[in-house]
C-alpha cells in the first residue's frame, strides 16, 4: 500500500468508531489491500481469524457494534489507497476491484459476527449452568454458606438477611427461558430493581426468591403468573413464611412446596396460598399418630350412617370451604339448601360435635381437612 500506511488507517479508523483499539482490526486491512489486487476471495484461515477475533471480543466485553463499527470505517478509510483501487486505469477495473473487496469485507464481517454470537451462546449456557447448579444448591442447602452467599451476589441477593420463596406449579411444567418466565422475571424487575429478587425454575416449578424486607414481590408474582396462565385449572401458587439465612431459604421453600400439595390433595379452590394460612395442617402432618387419631375420634361415628360418610364428609369440606355459608355450600355441591341443613343436622347427631359451638367447630374442620390428607375413609386411618 503505497499512499498510506496501515498503521495510520488503522489509528485512524479507531478514533473514526469512537476510540475502539485498532487491535482488534489484526490483519484485515492487508486481507483488503491482497484482494483488491488478486480478486480472490478470503481463505479458509483468514475468515477463521476473524471468527476467533469475534470470539474474543465477546469474551472480552466489547459490543459487538463497536468492533463492526471499526472494521466497516477501516474498510471505507483504506478504499482510495488499496493497490488494486489506485492502480485501476479502466471503469471496469475499478468495478472488478470494487466488488471483490466489498464482497470480502461481507465474508469477513459475517464471520466476525459468527464468532462474536457463537462466544455469546457458549458463555449465556455456561451462565444458565451455573445458575441452575446454584438455584440447586441453594434450594437444598448444599454447600458451604460462604460458598454460597458469594454466588448469590451474583444473582443479586443477598443472603445475610431473611427471604420467602413463592413457588407457582401447573399442568404443564415451567421451564427457563419460557415465556412466562421471561415475563414474570421482566415484570419483577421492572416494579422491583435487580436486587434482591431471583426468577429461576426448579423441577418443573416456577420459584421466586426475595429478600423479606422487599414488601410485595410474592403478591406481584402470583398477579404476573395468574396473567399468562389464566386458563390453566391445576395452577396453584405457593408462598412460604420469612425465614432468615441459607436455612430460611430452604425452609421457606419447602413451605411453599407444602401449601401447594395441600392445595392440590384439599382440592382447595384458592389459587395463592400462604403457609402461614395452613400451619395447623402442616403440624398436623408431622405427626401422623395424631391426626389419625383425632380423625378417627371425631369423624369415626360418620361410618354408620346410611350409605356410609362419603356424603356427609363432602358436605362438611364444601361447608368449610364456603366459610360456613348454607346457600354457597349448596351451590358447590349441586343440591337444595334444605339437603344441606339435613346433612349438618345428621353430622351434629351422629358425632356430637355442634357447628355453632366455635371449639367444636373448630375440631370438625381440621378433622375434615385430615381426612382429606389421609384419604379417610376409603383408607385405614
Same mark, same amino acid.
Given at each position: 500500500m503505497d499512499h498510506l500506511p496501515f498503521a495510520e488507517i488503522a489509528a485512524r479508523a479507531s478514533a473514526d468508531a469512537g476510540g475502539v483499539p485498532a487491535q482488534w482490526l489484526g490483519d484485515y486491512?492487508?486481507?483488503l489491500a491482497d484482494v483488491s489486487q488478486t480478486g480472490r476471495r478470503p481463505d479458509a484461515a483468514a475468515l477463521a481469524r476473524m471468527r476467533e477475533c469475534g470470539e474474543t471480543a465477546a469474551r472480552d466485553g466489547v459490543p459487538?457494534?463497536?468492533?463492526?463499527?471499526?472494521?466497516?470505517?477501516?474498510t471505507w478509510l483504506a478504499w482510495p489507497a488499496l493497490p488494486g483501487i489506485v492502480r485501476s486505469r479502466r471503469a471496469e477495473e475499478l468495478r472488478s476491484a470494487g466488488e471483490a473487496v466489498f464482497k470480502a469485507a461481507d465474508r469477513s464481517i459475517v464471520a466476525? %459476527?459468527?464468532?462474536?454470537?457463537?462466544?455469546?451462546?457458549?458463555?449465556i449456557r455456561r451462565?444458565?449452568?451455573?445458575?441452575?447448579?446454584f438455584i440447586d444448591d441453594l434450594l437444598h442447602g448444599r454447600r458451604d454458606v460462604g460458598t454460597l452467599a458469594e454466588q448469590a451476589e451474583r444473582f443479586g441477593l443477598r443472603l445475610a438477611g431473611a427471604h420467602v420463596v413463592a413457588i407457582a406449579e401447573a399442568e404443564q411444567p415451567f421451564f427457563d427461558g419460557g415465556p412466562v418466565s421471561r415475563h414474570v422475571e421482566a415484570s419483577l424487575l421492572s416494579r422491583f430493581g435487580l436486587r434482591d429478587i431471583l426468577?429461576?425454575?426448579?423441577?418443573?416449578?416456577l420459584v421466586c426468591i426475595s429478600s423479606g424486607y422487599v414488601k410485595g414481590v410474592s403478591e406481584a408474582f402470583g398477579s404476573a403468573v395468574q396473567e399468562m396462565m389464566k386458563g390453566d385449572r391445576l395452577l396453584r401458587i405457593g408462598v412460604g413464611r420469612n425465614h432468615h439465612g441459607l /436455612?430460611?431459604? %430452604?425452609?421457606?421453600?419447602?413451605?411453599?412446596?407444602?401449601?401447594?400439595?395441600f392445595a392440590h390433595r384439599l382440592e382447595l379452590p384458592e389459587r395463592i396460598l400462604h403457609a402461614s394460612d395452613l400451619l395447623v395442617l402442616q403440624v398436623l402432618v408431622r405427626d401422623n399418630a395424631a391426626i389419625s387419631e383425632l380423625v378417627e375420634a371425631v369423624l369415626g361415628p360418620l361410618r354408620t350412617a346410611r350409605g356410609g360418610p362419603g356424603a356427609l364428609l363432602e358436605t362438611l369440606f364444601a361447608y368449610f370451604a364456603a366459610? /360456613? %355459608?348454607?346457600?354457597?355450600?349448596?351451590?358447590r355441591l349441586h343440591i337444595g339448601v334444605r339437603t344441606v341443613a339435613y346433612r349438618l343436622q345428621r353430622i351434629r347427631e351422629l358425632t356430637g360435635y355442634d357447628l355453632n359451638n366455635p371449639i367444636q367447630r373448630h375440631a370438625l374442620e381440621t378433622a375434615t381437612l385430615g381426612a382429606r390428607l389421609l384419604g379417610w375413609p376409603e383408607q385405614p386411618s
Open positions: 486491512l492487508p486481507l459487538l457494534r463497536a468492533i463492526i463499527d471499526v472494521h466497516l470505517s477501516a466476525l %459476527v459468527e464468532g462474536y454470537e457463537a462466544a455469546q451462546r457458549l458463555m451462565e444458565e449452568a451455573q445458575r441452575r447448579e426468577i429461576a425454575t426448579k423441577e418443573g416449578l /436455612g430460611g431459604v %430452604v425452609r421457606s421453600f419447602e413451605e411453599a412446596r407444602s401449601v401447594v400439595s366459610q /360456613g %355459608v348454607a346457600t354457597a355450600t349448596a351451590r
